[in-house]
């Protein structure tokens, strides 16, 4: 079966470091993107970011960018998600998912995610 | 980078059809045929309803459609059932960014 499974939930005081995982199964992990999406307490899903694991080519958003670093350990089929200084701000739902993607020389598009892992519940106390 | 826009909140009864639109731009929705749904039932993970403006995965009832119009959107779910009560997300692929774009979702009460 297709699935990704995620890390589990994590409580961290504002300041601290943060890495989160998302290993895929049922498919050739590498020879997809996978995408971070978050969701913050009853709002809507933002996109945060993507990479290519097999030679980790990774896209942010730019609400995003310079704010989490998206990286991929292709050996055991594994995308992270890093925060270096968390922020009250970051308590939410992480999702990865699996990012259909194609290209059209010179440009990758973002088809749609197709599927996704259960979440992992960051909450961050000030 | 603004959002697509959707309607807060639809509702229907039960067998009516409902419509949820989502409104971009030529930079997205407007631009390209990459235009997807999800359906997020409380405390569950989102799940992909439609993808490519018109086109259901494997599994997803029939009832569910997709359509597109300039940089307009929609998904028209007919046979309305007490399962559908969900919250329902846009998403586009967008030019300006080379990224995605989510709506801020539309809550849909079965009445």
């Known amino acids: 079966e297709v699935q990704l499974a995620q890390s589990g939930a994590e409580v961290k005081k504002a300041g601290e470091s943060l890495k989160i995982s998302c290993k895929g199964f049922?498919?050739?992990?590498?020879?997809?993107?996978t995408a971070w999406v978050r969701q913050m307490p009853g709002k809507g899903l933002e996109w945060m970011g993507v990479?290519?694991?097999?030679?980790?080519?990774?896209r942010y958003s730019l609400a995003f960018q310079g704010q989490v670093t998206i990286s991929a350990d292709k050996s055991i089929n594994t995308a992270y998600l890093q925060w270096n200084s968390l922020k009250a701000s970051d308590t939410a739902i992480y999702y990865c998912?699996?990012?259909?993607?194609?290209?059209?020389?010179?440009?990758?598009?973002?088809?749609?995610?197709?599927?996704w892992g259960k979440g992992t519940t960051v909450t961050v106390s000030s | 980078q603004s959002a697509l826009t959707q309607p807060a909140s639809v509702s229907g009864s039960p067998g009516q059809s409902i419509t949820i639109s989502c409104t971009g731009t030529?930079?997205?929705?407007?631009?390209?045929?990459?235009v997807s749904w999800y359906q997020q039932e409380p405390g569950k993970a989102p799940k992909l309803m439609i993808f490519?403006?018109?086109n259901r995965p494997s599994g997803v009832s029939n009832r569910f459609s997709g359509s597109k119009s300039g940089n307009v959107a929609s998904l028209t779910i007919s046979g309305l059932q007490a399962e559908d009560e969900a919250d329902y997300y846009c998403?586009?692929?967008?030019?300006?960014?080379?990224?995605?774009?989510f709506g801020g979702g539309t809550k849909l009460t079965v009445l």
């Open positions: 990479i290519y694991s097999d030679d980790s080519d990774s």
């Open positions: 490519e403006v018109n």
């Open positions: 998912t699996r990012q259909r993607t194609t290209w059209k020389s010179p440009y990758y598009y973002f088809q749609y995610m197709d599927v």
């Open positions: 049922g498919y050739s992990f590498s020879g997809y993107w």
């Open positions: 030529s930079s997205d929705i407007g631009g390209y045929n990459y």
């Open positions: 998403s586009a692929y967008t030019s300006s960014t080379s990224g995605v774009l």
